[in-house]
């Protein structure tokens, strides 16, 4: 049986009940339509108290795509969530306006709120589930107090685990570590706590993550299910935020269990890497000059000569075939033609690199990376440190003409069809992301880049992300903003990595660069590294929790690094290895990384930013009704959703397939059929929820069980719970690191 239809069924009948009219505290325009099949708009209500858990789920359904509304306590115009704020009737039919509610806990009204009674009544009507973000562990919440056996307290380090109940979270393999990334800032707080052995009536208590409780032998639920009156809540009882991998491993599950795998927008784990400069030489950090001599960064009159650049060998070649072969992944390989004719210029005629490479050109995706990799921005003159853009007497700009740009372009796939090798031209990365603007020497675009773009078919532009983090038009092309992995270019070597991370990162009075001055982030030291262990034991670990978290963070952007970190030392596979051997550990085969080429990146991104602006627009509109799902948007505008396994979409005459499965459920983009203005999902029978007969008896009784609850109250929050991975000096200085210029821009 799958995660997605164990859910349904472990939550709900297999077959529709109806649902009986009138309810308690409904509206009496809903009391009218008995024995109606009700419909379930597919939008979440999030209660936001301003608090960190709240707003990682809040975030989570953003990333996802998922409509949902907030409402803000902490704002005294707010509606007062009444019967008919959540629910009205439709054509007759009665609707229910929210698939699910997200509370900041249990019941953050207090005692004998009309409000917290109103909820109860409409959960328990049309069988919503209620997620309680983060509460107590006690009693009215299926628990024990968290004393008897229980902690209370920081589970920094420590390692929690899905129960084999699993429920919604069967995607991941077992162990849910919680972060422990600082020794004097606290970054978690719970409470663990067993269910009570004696339910009310009818109650149950399902825990699906757990904890080992100190000092017994005991394990406390940190997240479960509490059944109870006729509703459902999932109760979660540690704090956290969007950027912690622990909320990053369960938020999916969250989604899942609030709307019982049936909901718009999707959430997959993507990473792709990019090799720039793939048959270039990078120049080299000089450890003595604290710069790199044939870049731009050293001081003026110093000896630009770089004796001994950083360059791939055929055996490095070989073991990246044997190591993607091995791992499973395909690295992008952005390659420059003509840094191999310049080596066989130099060489007697033979590149052996190349000729290895293009043997196995069929283990990577290929993407043209210009010819010689020159900048193509503003002319730079480089006279001065840092350099600055070339100007006519009058004052303009002196930028890379569109004949040099378009001859980089074409020059480059035209040896790439010489040598065999399968390009897509559309897709381009210029030396640098040069032409694109650059503060604050470039705070324009090159215009002749463009024109350029146009010329050459190009719709697809690498971009650096530090700089320009959001997908945006130049000409015919959408940009991909990358990640920049902190493994600098000019870095064959452990040791030289360690050195310039040192200079970066340390104060002036240890010897580095000062950028750091009373900075407290992540990236900033407080000592400076020893070079022949700092590698392994700090950069790596550091570098590859940061990849992860994107990884984990359903963000398609891909990663960057060189060559030169291929060659000699081979120091980007650590990190690497890191990175899938943590993500393995951590999930099912059901839920493999998605490895995206750049063009498909492009699409998603841009799919995203379309149904994300209709979205918000509320030009958006879909339901369930039973076991068939609804939804209609903007004409041309393709939909995004997540459905249990087994669905399919009704056209005119039969069904097709929908999305693609993964972790457990289809997901994916889908149009309207032929002839169709909306898209129509239809669930199979053990994957449609029922919806809970109501009686006049139960819902009253669950409006009472809630204004009994204790009284909302501040819930312990840890200091490092709203922002546990800083960033600052670090980022500005990821983007010096990957700079790489060729002969015709150096002094």
Known sequence: MGRTTRLATACTAAAMLTLTWPAAGMSSAAATAAAVTPRIDLRVLVVD?????????????????????TLDLNNAARPTITAAYLSDTVSGRPRAKF??????????????????AALAAYETAFGIPQVDAYTYARPEVGLNYAQDPGYIGSLDGATAA???????????????????????????????ATPLATQAAG???????????????????????????????????????????????LARGMVEWMTQGIHLGADRNYFALHMDDV???????????????????????????????IRMTPADATYLKQWSAANGFTPDLMYNGGGSEDYKAEHGGTDPLATQLIADKNAYRWVNHTYTHPYLGCVQDVSVVPWKCSTTATGAVVWTSKADITAQIKDNTTWATQHGLTVNKQELLTGEHSGLKILPQQPLDNPNLATSLTATGVTVLGSDNSRDPQQRKVGPALTVPRFPMNVFYNAGK?????????????????????????????????????????????????????????VLSNNPRPHYVHQSNFAEDRIAYPVMEKILGDYKNLYAASTPIVNLRMADISAELSKR????????????????????VTVTAPSGLQSTASMPVGTRQAQLVGTTAFGGAYAGQLSGWVAPGALQSSVTLKLTAAATPAVVTATPAKAAQSAQTAKAKAPAQALPV????????????GDTGKQKQHRKHTKAARR
Request: hydrophobic share 30%; proline share 8%.
């Open 99 to 116: 698939q699910a509610v997200v509370l900041p806990n249990d019941n953050p009204f207090g005692a004998g709120s009309a409000e917290m």
């Open 279 to 309: 048959l270039l030489g990078d120049d080299r950090w000089n450890p003595t000059l604290n710069c790199t001599p044939g870049d731009v960064d050293c001081a003026v009159g110093t000896d630009q000569s770089d004796p001994d650049p």
């Open 49 to 69: 108290d301003g608090g960190p858990a709240t707003q990682a789920i809040a975030a989570e359904l953003d990333s996802a795509g998922t409509p949902y509304t």
């Open 203 to 249: 109650a149950t208590f399902t825990s699906y993550v757990d904890a080992p409780i100190q000092g017994s032998t005991a394990r406390g639920s940190l997240v479960g299910q509490y059944s109870h009156d006729g509703r459902r809540e999932l109760v979660v009882t540690f704090v956290y935020n969007q950027y912690q991998q622990q909320f990053r491993l």
């Open 718 to 729: 840890p200091t490092g719970a709203t922002d546990p991975v800083p960033y600052g000096p």
């Open 162 to 192: 899905v129960t084999a109940t699993a429920g919604p979270f069967g995607y991941l393999k077992g162990n849910v570590p919680f972060e422990d990334n600082s020794p004097t800032v606290g970054e978690s707080y719970a409470f663990l």
């Open 609 to 628: 930013a379309a149904w994300d602006t209709a979205v918000k627009a509320n030009k958006v509109t879909a339901y369930r009704i039973g076991d068939t």
């Open 494 to 550: 452990a040791s030289e990595e360690v050195d310039e991370y040192n200079w970066i990162y340390t104060r002036a009075a240890d010897g580095g660069s000062g950028i750091c001055e009373g900075s407290a982030t992540s990236t900033c030291l407080d000592t400076p590294l020893d070079t022949a262990t700092g590698y392994a034991s700090y950069i790596v670990p550091l570098e590859a929790r940061t990849d992860l978290g994107h």
